[in-house]
């Protein structure tokens, strides 16, 4: 063999080898895997799941080995697409919402319209988001770099191929032994198996509801007497921005003067996002039972069993890319109305603004309902983000000089004018009361409270391990009209002093039931304040998995 030959030989043996190993992992393509994951590390380390990218990296060989054996490069370039799909998903998720991908998150997502995306977009305003840049380059360049092999594989090729394959259905095997089948896929697929389970679940609800309530023993009291329940459900209102609460800016100059408000001091949200509290508030759901909210009894199937008629009553859009799991929830009611037209997923609805004033017809219009028996929810729009398209300019009245200031300023104006809001709903209903000689109460609490620089140099109700108190704290204020005052006079004395008692809203479903006064054997009156036998030791432990009262 002459030496011209025999350094051929090597280079093609070097070739063999190395350039193998190179298209079985192609640098650009590991790279696409772990970039999301290396995001996370920089986030929050302790949330970073490390199986995670070695899962895909598992099913990425595969594919890149199926493409070195038949020579297709179509299973190069599909998972190259879905490995960057993968990760952009993954990428949005820590970038977003400062956690990986869930079930939960995935409900969060789909209902979640693009106009609410930008709007957290603007509202984070740091260069994070920049992130997805080099993601997005490292997919073309991917797909430019393949390493396809040049050459024919010989029978060592195919030894270092079976090799590989060996260790890959090895690692499979592992994962699924330890965990199921679900322990073997990446979480973009476990999430959304169990996400289209829940969503099926509540679909199935949704057709059964006569079914459900047949099975409800549920009767008002005082039947006789005209009676009228609001529930009206804030929007990511931090307490410790009202004035009421003793904030340094006079943000509830209406409601501080309310004659007869109760307000109840140490009530916190149990989660930090607007469909998961919903639910749970709504139904016996709650984070010490562990009931899915569409196996529970809701609030809306109780008051109709009882001989009530429901009304539901939004400010927030009902469209998302999924039925929205509210709205499923809403269109159990006897009436919806669905107000905010222009909050669909349009690129045109981020320039328009839907205001909370827009209920004020709504609740007219339901009062005057002929049904003497009522049950009205009025889901508000709020202080969610963008703060400044919360309020009229008539209520831009705090300023700020640099971005910090003037985000806290935009958020303390849409507490001003939801005070505002507030205020005014109380008086429809007061004199309705009044007028009709109706017994009546009404519950104001938000869903979640908001971080507006208060606990963390951000603005939002995103969180990595630890839920920040401004996050959960929220207002609650409670009304009762002098008919229920007369006819439930204890009831209303303990209402009054127990407006100190901790309380978790995840709980609201009975403390609503209770203050009605209707009778069920799904009221537990121990999870009720309104009640003399609620029980107030409960640890607040919250969706972080930590003891609200010990942070």
Do not use: C
């Amino acid at each position: 063999m002459n030496k011209r030959v025999k350094k051929a030989t090597i280079q093609h043996g070097k070739q063999s080898f190395g350039y193998t190993l190179l298209t079985v992992f192609p640098p650009l393509l590991v790279a696409l895997i772990f970039f999301p994951t290396v995001v996370g590390l920089t986030i929050q380390a302790q949330l970073v799941e490390w199986s995670e990218p070695l899962i895909i990296l598992a099913i990425s060989t595969l594919f890149i080995l199926a493409r070195n054996v038949t020579g297709k490069n179509f299973f190069y370039y599909l998972i190259a697409t879905l490995i960057f799909i993968n990760g952009f998903v993954m990428l949005s998720h820590w970038l977003m919402l400062g956690s990986p991908m869930s079930a939960t998150s995935l409900f969060v997502v789909f209902n979640t319209n693009l106009k609410e995306a930008v709007s957290l977009f603007h509202l984070k305003n740091n260069l994070s988001f920049l992130l997805a840049i080099p993601h997005f380059g490292l997919f073309i360049f991917a797909l430019i770099f393949t390493f396809k092999p040049l050459y024919r594989p010989d029978k060592n090729t195919y030894i270092l191929f079976g090799a590989i394959t060996l260790i890959v259905i090895s690692f499979f095997g592992m994962r699924i032994n330890r965990g199921g089948f679900r322990g073997g896929t990446p979480l973009m697929v476990k999430s959304s198996i169990l996400f289209y389970k829940e969503v099926s679940a509540f679909k199935k609800l949704k057709a059964n509801t006569k079914k459900r309530m047949a099975e409800i023993d549920a009767q008002a009291d005082n039947p006789e007497k005209p009676q009228v329940f609001i529930l009206i459900k804030g929007e990511s209102s931090n307490r410790n921005h009202m004035g009421l609460y003793g904030y340094s800016r006079n943000t509830s100059p209406h409601l501080s003067t309310f004659e007869n408000l109760i307000v109840y001091n140490d009530v916190v949200s149990a989660y930090t996002m607007t469909l998961e509290s919903i639910l749970a508030a709504m139904s016996e759901s709650n984070l010490e039972n562990n009931l899915k909210t569409y196996e529970s009894y809701n609030l809306i199937e109780v008051y109709k069993a009882a001989g009530f008629k429901t009304y539901w009553l939004s400010n927030q859009s009902p469209l998302g890319i999924w039925d929205n799991l509210v709205t499923m929830l809403a269109q159990q009611s006897d009436v919806t109305d669905f107000v905010n037209i222009s909050g669909n997923s349009s690129l045109d609805s981020f320039n328009k603004t839907s205001y909370d004033s827009k209920l004020f017809h709504s609740l007219h219009s339901a009062l005057k309902d002929k049904s003497d028996h009522k049950f009205i929810v009025l889901h508000l729009m709020g202080s969610h983000a963008t703060y400044a398209k919360r309020y009229p300019p008539k209520f831009d009245i705090y300023k700020g000089e640099n971005h910090k200031d003037r985000i806290t300023a935009a958020y303390d104006n849409s507490i001003l004018y939801n005070d505002f809001v507030v205020d005014s709903l109380l008086k429809i209903v007061r004199n309705y009361a009044n007028n009709n000689n109706a017994v009546s109460a009404a519950i104001y609490v938000a869903d979640h409270g908001e971080n507006v620089y208060d606990d963390a140099d951000y603005a939002g109700h995103d969180y990595t391990i630890s839920i920040p108190k401004s996050i959960v704290e929220v207002p609650f204020l409670v009304w009762l009209s002098p008919q229920y005052q007369q006819i439930y006079p204890e009831k209303s004395d303990v209402i009054k002093g127990h407006h100190n008692q901790p309380f978790v809203t995840d709980d609201l479903f009975h403390a609503v039931l209770d203050l009605s006064n209707i009778k069920t054997s799904v009221l537990e009156k121990q999870r009720s304040p309104f009640h003399p036998e609620y029980k107030n030791q409960r640890k607040r432990i919250l969706s972080d998995g930590l003891d609200y009262d010990e942070k």
